[in-house]
């Protein structure tokens, strides 16, 4: 959702206007002098996390979208200047097609002399995490279907497998982390490290990750593990898993 930030704040130096003057200074200034523009009115900027350098469009390549509350545009006014008024819009966007699906983007907007706009999605990898996404779904409804006494061991790989995509769908989405590095210990690894320092993982998901992945070898060569898991305990395990695919928002 498009922020409305008073250039007093920009002035100063505070709260948002702390956010553009960073945006400003790691990447507008620096593509401005490379390029010549001496100011620009709309700036959307793109980051990858591959090393690839940024992406910044000014003005008339920096297309977006308003949308308002209660007015039409006519026509007519298709390609003149318009005065609105910042009350009157009900949000502002970038053209997502326009752009690349895994960039981590921010949008500048300078409205008047009184007021910026600033909007930003600081995820990475969004096309590659949506898969991720698909793939736990089918493995979390293929599990429901699953009988618990005749089927367990599927059931708990499925599961695992389950999570696992979770796992990685949120790290493609929050962490310059490397697209091959996919092996199990270094997600645990990095699953330990957003659980200290962030609410991205669930205390629940994580011990049920755990927990699956430690069984989950046993699972795949056919060890009994009726003693491990019963039918509650994986009823809730599914609730958790269910949850946090929910939680992930693209």
């Not at 620096?30 to 910044?56: H, N, S, T, V, Y």
């Not at 990475?124 to 009988?147: D, H, Q, T």
């Not at 998901?205 to 003693?227: E, I, P, Q, T, V």
Request: charged share 35%; glycine share 2%; with cysteine.
């Amino acid at each position: 959702m498009a922020i409305i930030v008073s250039s007093k704040l920009v002035e100063q130096n505070k709260n948002y206007g702390r956010t553009i003057n960073h945006l400003m200074e790691i990447f507008i200034n620096k593509e401005m002098e490379k390029r010549g523009i001496r100011d620009f009115q709309a700036a959307i900027g793109e980051i990858f996390d591959d090393g690839k350098p940024p992406k910044i469009h000014f003005n008339k390549e920096a297309t977006f979208v308003l949308t308002f509350k209660n007015k039409k545009l006519d026509q007519n006014l298709v390609g003149q200047k318009m005065t609105v008024d910042l009350k009157e819009i009900e949000k502002i966007e970038w053209r997502e097609e326009t752009l690349d699906k895994d960039s981590a983007k921010f949008f500048i907007f300078k409205w008047n002399k009184n007021y910026w706009v600033l909007d930003f999605d600081f995820r990475y990898n969004k096309a590659m995490a949506k898969e991720k996404i698909e793939r736990a779904k089918e493995f979390l409804n293929a599990s429901r279907k699953l009988n618990v006494n005749d089927f367990l061991n599927v059931l708990i790989y499925n599961l695992w497998s389950c999570a696992e995509l979770i796992t990685d769908a949120k790290l493609f989405l929050i962490a310059q982390l490397s697209k091959n590095t996919t092996e199990h210990e270094e997600r645990k690894k990095q699953l330990r490290k957003f659980r200290k320092t962030s609410n991205i993982f669930s205390d629940e998901f994580c011990d049920y990750f755990l927990k699956l992945s430690s069984d989950k070898n046993n699972a795949r060569y056919g060890y009994m593990l009726k003693n491990k898991f019963t039918e509650t305990f994986i009823s809730k395990m599914m609730g958790v898993l269910k949850k946090e695919l929910d939680d992930i928002k693209l």
